[in-house]
């Protein structure tokens, strides 16, 4: 046993999982239960050429813990409505839909997280990519049961505009999955821009009484 290696992890950052309903997603975990939108990533694929367009939106679950869903443009349900999305193991359910499903260990330090890869690599064990997204940097590699296990730790602080950005990320994809036609990365930016300036307008108004 290693226990003479120094303890670096400092929680979970957060645990994800695949939606294929994101306005019922919202509904429960912010609505219903109250589960406050702070963070939000929007993404043109990811990787191989074959990953989709996606979003990835985070709840703040209480003590610096957030529960996040990653929205997949363009994918085909495979799943019943009200059943597990990863229930079904066939070969139609692609690998980065099972990847989303994955617990990410918060760390402190960029010097913690390049000590976990190096413990990893030294080990043997393969560190499958690095990326920076937006506000952390993170490693992923992959645990015995074929598990996705992410480390990252914050780049910068995140502040109250993160928040507000989120929540206007979250409703533009609520409006473009419930519209006409297939909802894209798109169709979420140019709503979340005409969200913006109906939001600027109305303060402008606000202010001129």
Same mark, same amino acid.
């Given at each position: 046993? !290693? ?7 400092? $929680? @979970?950052d957060?645990?994800?999982f ?5 306005? $019922?997603?919202?509904r ?7 589960f406050?939108?702070? +963070?939000?990533?929007?993404? @043109?694929?990811?990787?191989?050429? /074959? ?28 799943? #019943?409505?009200?059943?597990? !999305?990863?229930? &079904?193991h066939?070969?139609k ?8 499903r +994955?617990?990410?260990?918060h760390v402190?330090? =960029? #010097? ?7 413990r990893?690599e030294? %080990?043997?064990?393969? @560190?499958?990519?690095?990326?920076? +997204?937006?506000?952390? =940097?993170s ?5 015995p %049961? ?7 730790y914050? &780049?910068?602080e995140?502040?109250?505009? /993160? ?5 206007? &990320?979250?409703?533009a994809?609520?409006?473009? @999955?419930?519209?006409d036609? #297939?909802?894209?990365l ?6 979340k ?9 109305? =303060?402008? #108004?606000?202010?001129?009484?």
């Amino acid at each position: 046993m !290693a226990s003479e290696l120094d303890h670096l992890a400092q $929680g @979970v950052d957060h645990a994800a999982f695949p939606t294929f309903d994101p306005v $019922g997603t919202v509904r429960f975990y912010h609505e219903i239960l109250g589960f406050p939108i702070v +963070h939000s990533v929007c993404a @043109v694929g990811w990787g191989p050429s /074959d990953h989709p367009d996606f979003v990835h939106f985070f709840f703040d679950i209480g003590k610096g813990d957030r529960l996040a869903f990653f929205y997949y443009f363009g994918l085909e349900r495979f799943s #019943e409505p009200g059943q597990d !999305a990863y229930a &079904t193991h066939d070969p139609k359910v692609p690998r980065f839909f099972r990847d989303s499903r +994955h617990l990410a260990i918060h760390v402190d330090s =960029e #010097e913690a997280l390049d000590e976990y890869r190096r413990r990893l690599e030294d %080990n043997g064990w393969t @560190v499958e990519m690095q990326v920076k +997204h937006e506000t952390i =940097e993170s490693i992923y590699t992959y645990d015995p %049961n074929g598990f996705m296990v992410e480390f990252t730790y914050p &780049t910068r602080e995140m502040t109250r505009v /993160d928040d507000e950005d989120a929540a206007l &990320t979250v409703r533009a994809l609520l409006d473009v @999955v419930s519209g006409d036609g #297939e909802p894209t990365l798109s169709k979420l930016w140019a709503r979340k821009a005409e969200l913006i300036v109906a939001g600027v307008a109305a =303060e402008l #108004e606000e202010g001129g009484r």
